[in-house]
């Protein structure tokens, strides 16, 4: 009894297993990589068009001040991008780490109010 137990549990662990490796490793991080492309990309575009309004302006020190921290999230969102990307692209890439997350979230967070800025 315990025998049949055991082989159904070992066959389980062999579905588990063989399941595992029929997965090929390298198709999650490559969407991985490109999400956090295409993430890039509209923050640059959010980033772009905050500045182009906010320059649009009189030129107050209001306007020149969001200009640049437009500016400055925008760069710490694209360093914390690029840095990911690239741990993305080696075998076997280690999580993200939560302070970064926590990062990216603030910067697409502070990037999403700069562009209901724009648009109200």
């Known amino acids: 009894m315990s025998g049949v137990g055991r082989a159904a549990g070992a066959g389980g662990a062999a579905r ?3 399941a595992a490796e029929g997965r090929d490793p390298g198709l999650q991080p490559e969407r991985t990589r490109l999400a956090w492309r295409r993430t890039t990309l509209t923050c ?3 980033a772009v068009l905050a500045m182009r309004q906010a320059l649009r302006g009189t030129g107050s020190a209001v306007e020149i001040t969001g ?3 437009t500016a400055l999230v925008w760069l710490v969102f694209t360093g914390l991008a690029h840095r990911r990307i690239r741990e993305l692209a080696t075998v ?3 999580g993200l780490a939560p302070r970064a997350a ?3 979230t603030l910067c697409t967070v502070a990037l999403a109010v700069f562009a209901l800025a724009v648009i109200i």
């Open 44 to 46: 640059t575009v959010t």
């Open 67 to 69: 200009t640049a921290v």
């Open 102 to 104: 926590l990062a990216a």
């Open 92 to 94: 076997r890439p280690a």
């Open 16 to 18: 588990a297993g063989g």
